[in-house]
């Protein structure tokens, strides 16, 4: 079969960017230029790995990435071909906003989703991670941990989560005190069921994290939201309400950066939330949802490391640590009735967690893997943090408020004027853009978004800001 078209690439493996993503991202461009057409075949996996004298598996694996991104599609025993779905990429549409940038965001042909905040897959320690998996299957005993484990998780991940929130979060736990998970909102969820009995109240931020308030709500409580300013929620709102208001179980709070704002809970409040948690005994239920990416001299101490407080659910996760589909979370508290009523629910809807997993991810902690997957990670979404602030400074500093943040994978951005979130959502989603639409946030009207940056390339933010800030503007 006739395959006239060339890769032309000069591979770096000094890049930090793995070589089967420089492949995919070379044949992307190509086919976003036009020189591969809709339908051209591209070489077979063996032919392009002999040409640029590399492993096969290299070549496959940018092959998959093209196909997850539906860039090109699989056709059984006949190859690889650029799919016919996409648009002409190379060709001007005059539909569109006149804007330099606006076309290119449109030409892609996919979705720029500006998620909540995820983490860059491509940088996630996959390789390493799959290695401890395997070593860990095949050396460990693996017919003694074919059976049913410890409804908390394996106890020797549990010491290691708690020496990292003892060293680096200030806090005062044993093994005994932390229950793993399968993910935060899993914490979340068990903690409801566990903690809450139908009519009971919790206090929640507002604007908030609302699967978080579907977590309670499910186990029958009644939310009261607070108003969130620049230091965070308000204490006085959160005082009334106690004062108004006998049955309030819990308060859920992100403190260290409210979401989706981003502010951080001020000192004085955190101080002042404690004596009333104290107080009032209600529990704290404290996501700190993305501790580990702090730009910053170091990241706020948990209000659960504070030894005065007396009830608090301290829940967290690896997700965005090691790899984003990695599902391991966990929860700390000092309550083990609570804890006991945890572990009882959780072996009737899980049993146990995932013990090779938790066991290969303990080897990347103790091999040193993770430290430096952070170290890393914290320079990219720095930079890419520093960047994306460049571009709201250009386009759109005179029609909203944001700030810098000093860490997360997102800004907050509040037009100053009160825009038609409806009518702004649909037109960017014409424009192949997603952004949370702010009433996912709130039952009230909030006016801002949750600008993420973590999973979107420097090209995708450089074509999609301009068209956001150009489509704000005209409200």
């Known amino acids: ?152 998780g394996d106890v020797e991940f549990r010491k290691m989560i708690s020496q990292m929130l003892n060293h680096q979060r200030g806090m005062h736990i044993q093994e005994n005190d932390i229950s793993i998970t399968r993910g935060s909102q899993m914490g979340m969820f068990l903690t409801a069921q566990s903690l809450l009995n139908p009519e009971d109240i919790v206090i929640v931020e507002d604007p908030g994290y609302q699967p978080a308030w579907q977590a309670f709500q499910y186990a029958g409580a009644q939310l009261l939201p607070v108003p969130v300013d620049h230091d965070g929620i308000s204490i006085e709102a959160v005082e009334k309400l106690l004062k108004q208001h006998q049955n309030i179980k819990a308060i859920y709070i992100t403190p260290h950066r409210q979401y989706p704002t981003t502010v951080t809970l001020s000192l004085a409040r955190r101080l002042r939330l404690i004596e009333l948690s104290n107080q009032y005994n209600i529990t704290i239920i404290e996501d700190d949802y993305d501790n580990e990416f702090h730009f910053g001299y170091r990241p706020i101490l948990p209000i659960s490391s504070f030894a005065e407080l007396h009830n608090y659910v301290y829940i967290g996760t690896l997700s965005k640590v090691v790899a984003p589909a990695l599902r391991i979370g966990y929860l700390a508290t000092k309550n083990q009735e609570l804890l006991k009523r945890i572990g009882d629910l959780r072996k009737i809807i899980d049993v146990h967690g995932d013990v090779i997993m938790e066991q290969a991810v303990l080897q990347l902690i103790k091999e040193g893997a993770i430290k430096k997957h952070i170290r890393k990670a914290t320079v990219h979404y720095k930079n890419k943090r520093d960047f994306v602030f460049e571009l709201l400074t250009k386009y759109m500093k005179d029609i909203a408020d944001f700030t810098l943040p000093e860490g997360g994978l997102a800004f907050w951005i509040v037009p100053k004027a009160k825009p038609d979130w409806d009518a702004i959502t649909e037109l960017l989603l014409e424009k192949n853009i997603k952004i949370i639409h702010p009433k996912q946030y709130s039952k009230n009207h909030v006016n801002g978004f949750r600008l993420s940056y973590g999973a979107l390339s420097e090209e995708q933010l450089e074509q999609s800001i301009p068209v956001i800030a150009e489509i704000i503007s005209v409200f």
Do not use: C
């Not at 606006?102 to 491509?122: E, L, R």
């Not at 991670?129 to 050396?139: G, V």
């Open 1 to 152: 079969m006739l395959r006239p078209w060339k890769l032309e690439l000069e591979i770096d493996k000094k890049l930090d960017k793995a070589v089967y993503l420089q492949i995919a991202d070379t044949i992307i461009g190509d086919i976003r230029s036009g020189r591969l057409k809709a339908g051209d075949t591209l070489p077979g996996s063996r032919n392009l790995a002999q040409s640029l004298k590399i492993n096969r598996n290299t070549v496959v694996e940018a092959y998959q990435v093209l196909i997850n991104e539906e860039w090109v599609i699989s056709r059984e025993r006949k190859g690889i071909f650029v799919s016919e779905n996409l648009p002409a990429l190379h060709e001007k549409n005059a539909d569109v906003l006149h804007h330099p940038l606006d076309q290119q965001a449109v030409s892609t042909g996919m979705v720029i989703n500006f998620d909540d905040g995820h983490p860059d897959s491509k940088i996630a320690p996959v390789t390493e991670l799959a290695r401890a998996y395997r070593q860990i299957f095949s050396i460990k005993a693996k017919w003694q941990m074919m059976g049913y484990g410890n409804e908390h």
